[in-house]
């Protein structure tokens, strides 16, 4: 069966310091791979979405970025955090070339405070 | 611009008891649509996938209906549980030719089930 784990699930960091989180999935292999960001009261947004190693798409411009070092392995970077970057991330992967109405599975989250 | 609006933003029923979350949306053209549920301070979990061809769709105590002429989800809880507290998540994929199919995402429906 395929696992998806996500770390750390909470994490207090200073304005300016910089970030990593790490998603790795197991029991698949080229899966597609997605970080979300989740503000309180609003819809999960998309930041980047990958369909293989090397391969990353980013929705929207911001102060983050992301690598896919390895095929199931999906890391979440900035260099200097800023306050707006606080907010719930998630990690999600689902199959590749599959229909469109395939699952999208989902990490337990990051609960991020930049303080 | 693609839109998903969910209602009510939050909901308190008494264990036992039925509710019924809306989702309405303008996303066109239009793929699939989907609910998740997401526990507090954990990722979404997917209750229903629909086509716009399927009017409904069962998981147990869960019936999610579409009436894609409105643009207009609900999805049923009946007898609900104290492990329904959650957050209800209405998401409709738009369907694009090639490429990558977005997910739009609504803000969700807090449910609050009291014994």
């Known amino acids: 069966s395929q696992t998806i784990h996500q770390w750390p699930a909470t994490l207090v960091q200073p304005v300016g310091s910089p970030l990593s989180l790490e998603c790795t999935v197991e029991?698949?292999?080229?899966?597609?791979l997605y970080w979300y960001r989740q503000a309180a009261g609003r819809g999960l947004q998309l930041l980047f979405y990958?369909?293989?190693?090397?391969?990353i798409s980013s929705e929207v411009p911001q102060n983050l970025s992301a690598s896919r070092p390895q095929d199931r392995q999906f890391i979440l970077s900035s260099k200097k955090l800023l306050l707006s970057d606080s907010g719930f991330y998630l990690c999600?992967?689902?199959?590749?070339?599959?229909?469109?109405?395939?699952?999208?599975?989902f990490g337990s989250g990051t609960q991020l405070s930049v303080l | 611009k693609n839109q998903v609006e969910q209602s009510p933003q939050s909901l308190i029923i008494l264990e036992g008891k039925n509710c019924t979350l809306q989702?309405?949306?303008?996303?066109?053209?239009?793929?699939?649509l989907r609910w998740y549920k997401q526990d507090t301070g954990r990722g979404p979990v997917s209750l229903t996938i629909?086509?716009?061809?399927?009017n409904t769709k069962s998981n147990g105590r869960y019936t999610a209906t579409l009436d894609a002429d409105t643009k207009q989800s609900s999805l049923h809880i009946t007898a609900s549980q104290l492990s329904d507290s959650a957050s209800y998540i209405c998401?409709?994929?738009?369907?694009?030719?090639?490429?990558?199919?977005?997910?739009?995402f609504g803000a969700g429906t807090r449910l609050a089930v009291h014994p």
């Open positions: 999600a992967w689902s199959w590749t070339g599959g229909s469109t109405n395939e699952k999208l599975f």
């Open positions: 029991g698949t292999s080229n899966p597609n």
């Open positions: 990958s369909v293989g190693i090397g391969q």
């Open positions: 989702c309405n949306y303008t996303v066109s053209p239009f793929s699939n």
């Open positions: 629909m086509t716009f061809s399927e």
């Open positions: 998401v409709v994929r738009d369907r694009v030719s090639g490429g990558y199919n977005k997910l739009i």
